[in-house]
């Protein structure tokens, strides 16, 4: 696995865009990548880094970063491009957000698998562009209802988190153990992924969602 990767080579590679450095062994992180003019998407993914490289700050091009799988324990913003778009920190022990808001222009926001609370997770709302938040098994109790009062957020996920498990808990208490297909109709496609549709549907006088594989 590389050990080392050069300042001096990375400053020759000025037309660089793409830079996966994961899994790698750096005795180092290079300071050189964020100078690099045209790079536009870095992965550190698996690099046992104890914090975001505060070199990626002055990188004036980055649009993507993922740092998945480290030993992060708060993510600062202060260490990251102004301009980031998408953010990919999944996988470390996550519990602190220091100067997020800072990133006005992320999107995309994957936060799963970390060790975020309901209080530490709060100050993601600052993020004005933020249309998708992951942020399943964390240890939310509950949702930050600043959050909730998003005007872009449109897309989130929870599930695995205290609040989350106990709601569904409730939720299938409460449902039939069996619902008979026969009762149900089907209504417009709401949309479609990898490997199932969800319909609009009616059931028993109810609006509900019909999700099929």
Known sequence: ALRQV???????CSDLKRLDLGGCRLDRFPEAVGALPQLEVLFASGLALEGVPPALASSQSLRMVGVKDN????????????GLVWLIAAGNPI???PSISRLQHVRKLMLS?????CRALAPIAGIAGLEMLRVAANRLESFP???????RLAWVAVGGNPFAEAAMEQRLAAAPKVVEFAEVALGERLGSGAGATVYKAQWRGQRVAVKIW
């Open 71 to 82: 030993s992060i324990v708060a993510l600062d913003g202060s260490c990251l491009p102004a």
């Open 145 to 151: 209802d600043e959050l909730l009062q998003h005007k």
């Open 113 to 117: 698998h970390c060790q975020l609370t």
């Open 6 to 12: 050069s300042d001096a080579a990375l400053a020759a």
């Open 95 to 97: 519990r602190e957000l």
